[in-house]
C-alpha cells in the first residue's frame, strides 16, 4: 500500500504534501503497530487542478471499500448520511452505516466532492450539520444511525473531501479538516500532462505512441480537466486519418469541439446558423397579413 501511495507522485506531483502526510502516517502505524489514523482532510484549490483525480486514485492505493459523495447532490438534512427513522414510510440505514455493514474494513474510504455545494431544501437543515459528529473521532466512535439505532464504529473511517472555497462551510467543519492548498506549478505540469496521456491512452489498449515532450509543453495552458477530455478527442482525429500518433493538429481540432480558450456565443445550436429577416425599406408599408378563421 505505501508503494502504491508512494506511486501517486509521479502521477499527481501537485498533491506531494498530501502524499508525504499520508507515508507519515503509514510509516508510523507501521513503527507502532496501530491501525493506520487519518484525521479528515480536504484539498482546497480552483476548478481543473485534479483534486478528484487524485482523491479516486488515493482511494484506490488504500485498496479498501470507498464511497463518493457528490455533495452538491444532497439536498436532504443529512439523511443521505445518518439514515431515516423506521417510522418514516422510506426510510433505511444512511450511507455511511450501510457500507460499513458490508465492508470488511473498518477503515474505508469516504469521498465528498465539492464539500461547500450543498444545496438543500431546506437552507436550516444542511446536511453538512451531521458531518460535526462524523469528521469528530470522539463522537464517530458513537455514532448512531437513525434507523439502526444502534452505536457504530465509524471513527476509522478515512474522510477525503474537494473543495473550491471553504468560505461556505462553518467554522467549526473547516476546524476538523485538514486543508491542503493545491495550485499547480509550471515544472510539474509536464508531469502531469504524460499522465493524463498514459491513462487516456491505456482505455484504448495502448493504441497511441508517446507524444513527445515539444508537444506536451504546446498544452500547458489547459488544466488537467480539459486534458482528461481532450485525448480521447484528438485520438479520434487521428484513428480517422489512419495514424497511431496525436499531432498538433489533431488537438488544435479537439480543443475547437471543447472551445477551449474561447468564449461560447450563448446561441442555440441548431438555431445559431439562422439570418434573421432584412429590416423593410425605410418608408415602406407594414406588410398586412390575413386572419386564418
Known sequence: MIARIAALDLICPQFAAVTAWILRAATL????????????????????????????????????????????????RGTWFSGLAPVWRASAPGKIA??????????????????????????????????????????????TDEFLEVPIRADHIIWIATANDL??????????????????????????????????????????????????????????????????????FACVDGRRHVTRTDLAQAEDILRLGREAKGQIGFLSGIVPPAPPPAGAEPRKTRSRD
Not at 103 to 118: G, N, R, Y
Open 98 to 143: 450501510q457500507l460499513l455493514l458490508d465492508c470488511s474494513c473498518a477503515s474505508p474510504v469516504i469521498f465528498i466532492d465539492e464539500l461547500e455545494k450543498s444545496s438543500p431544501i431546506n437552507p436550516s437543515e444542511t446536511p453538512v450539520n451531521v458531518l460535526h459528529s462524523l469528521l469528530e473521532k470522539e463522537n464517530a466512535a458513537r455514532f
Open 167 to 236: 468560505a461556505p462551510l462553518p467554522a467549526s467543519i473547516v476546524d476538523r479538516l485538514i486543508a491542503f492548498e493545491i495550485a499547480l506549478k509550471p515544472g510539474q505540469m509536464l508531469a502531469i500532462q504524460r499522465s493524463l496521456f498514459d491513462e487516456a491512452n491505456d482505455a484504448t489498449g495502448g493504441l497511441f505512441a508517446t507524444p513527445t515532450d515539444a508537444l506536451l509543453e504546446q498544452l500547458m495552458a489547459q488544466t488537467p480537466r480539459a486534458m482528461s477530455r481532450l485525448w480521447p478527442i484528438a485520438f479520434g
Open 29 to 76: 502505524a507501521i513503527a507502532s503497530g496501530q491501525p493506520l489514523r487519518l484525521d479528515p482532510c480536504v484539498l482546497l484549490g480552483a476548478p481543473g487542478v485534479g483534486k478528484s483525480f487524485y482523491a479516486h486514485r488515493l482511494a484506490q492505493a488504500f485498496g479498501v471499500a470507498t464511497l463518493t459523495i457528490p455533495m452538491n447532490t444532497v439536498t436532504d
